[in-house]
């Protein structure tokens, strides 16, 4: 059953990362995201697994959770004799939070709008029958 709103606040909003609370991000990504803002430059998926120190798998799953929120970018070099491989590089932290800040107004306003026609509700219970 999904956690209400009261109690999640009621926890006092347990996330420290904004990355986790907007993009529901792991422990693991959130370490990819800040070795490839460290590294200010890009990366491959056998760079980031040996600088954090997992296997290559589960860091291309993390990268591709991290490139599927925005918030690594995803580039394809090609070898001149053929064939290519992937780099990825953090992307722009101001763009990152205007992103989770529109997404934030986003779902405050949806939010809104269903107290908004939950009143009406009210409104149509206390209305006399015709």
Request: contains cysteine; proline residues 5%; glycine residues 6%.
């Amino acid at each position: 059953m999904p956690r209400s709103l009261r109690d999640q606040l009621a926890d006092d909003l347990a996330c420290e990362d904004p990355l986790e609370c907007v993009h529901g991000l792991r422990p693991l990504d959130r370490r990819c995201y800040r070795l490839l803002v460290d590294l200010d430059g890009p990366a491959t998926t056998d760079e980031v697994a040996a600088a954090v120190g997992r296997e290559r798998s589960t860091v291309y799953r993390s990268l591709q959770r991290l490139h599927e929120a925005g918030v690594v970018r995803l580039e394809q070099v090609n070898y001149e004799q053929g064939g290519y491989y992937h780099v990825y590089t953090a992307a722009d932290a101001g763009a990152i939070a205007h992103e989770m800040q529109r997404t934030l107004n986003e779902w405050y306003a949806t939010v809104g709008s269903l107290i908004g026609e939950f009143r009406e509700l009210d409104d149509r219970q206390v209305a006399p029958p015709p």
